[in-house]
């Protein structure tokens, strides 16, 4: 299995572009969550999803950010304007329903710099 | 609401060293609970979790946690630490009837060799 693949790796925008970050889940897993890491504040849950329908999104910031999961091999997370504040790794994650204790499987992270 | 609390900010061994990391969690119901370990430049990954049974779980590359119950506590513990261990670690907790993980602050750890 290739694990969760995110897109891109690297992204490097000026303030005030729509940047879109993706995320395509493990097969077969059905909750899929987007986390925010920063120096200052951690890893922060901003949003996620069970079976394509988001469940809490009381974690994105502001509503500058959007996500979407259209189906169950992939998901958006957009920021729209973006500002230098947003820069950040933002990882995507997903768990399987038949794992009872839900380990969560981490994608590689898009590193985010908006200048 | 659920919140996990670690204890270090940020820890620094020689090698061999023991390790301990505290972590503790505030929730009222029946809790998985995990610690996730992120190494430099890289993306988190699950270091052991307990759901049930021993409270004393094993993972791997030898690290071990224990479940205290009473004190709603998850520390982590190693015998001897390696330059290699240098990363930062999260406890994490999820109620058992809820989807969303909540994860500590992290610990950073740093390992001299």
């Known amino acids: 299995d290739a694990g969760v693949i995110q897109s891109p790796r690297h992204e490097v925008t000026e303030m005030g572009q729509e940047v879109t970050l993706r995320c395509k889940p493990i097969?077969?897993?059905?909750?899929l969550f987007w986390y925010r890491q920063t120096m200052m504040r951690g890893l922060e849950l901003l949003i996620y999803?069970?079976?394509?329908?988001?469940?809490?999104d009381s974690g994105m910031p502001e509503d500058r950010f959007s996500a979407k999961m259209p189906n169950a091999s992939f998901s958006t997370l957009k920021i729209q304007p973006s500002e230098p504040r947003d820069s950040a790794v933002y990882f995507c994650a997903s768990s399987s329903p038949s794992d009872n204790n839900n380990e969560q499987f981490f994608g590689p992270g898009t590193r985010l710099t908006v200048l | 609401a659920q919140s996990v609390s670690q204890h270090n900010h940020h820890v620094i061994l020689s090698e061999a060293a023991s390790l301990e990391l505290g972590c503790n969690y505030s929730y009222g119901g029946t809790v998985n609970l995990f610690w996730y370990v992120q190494y430099p430049g890289q993306h988190l990954q699950l270091l052991l979790k307990y759901f049930s049974g021993d409270p004393l779980v094993k993972g791997i590359k030898g690290f071990e946690a224990e479940f205290i119950k009473s004190k709603f506590s998850f520390n982590l513990r190693k015998p001897s630490v390696q330059w290699s261990d240098t990363a930062e670690y999260f406890c994490?907790?999820?109620?058992?009837?809820?989807?969303?993980?909540?994860f500590g602050p992290g610990t950073s750890l740093s390992v001299i060799p």
């Open positions: 999803f069970n079976n394509n329908v988001p469940i809490d």
């Open positions: 994490a907790v999820k109620g058992t009837s809820y989807d969303k993980v909540i």
């Open positions: 097969s077969g897993h059905n909750s």
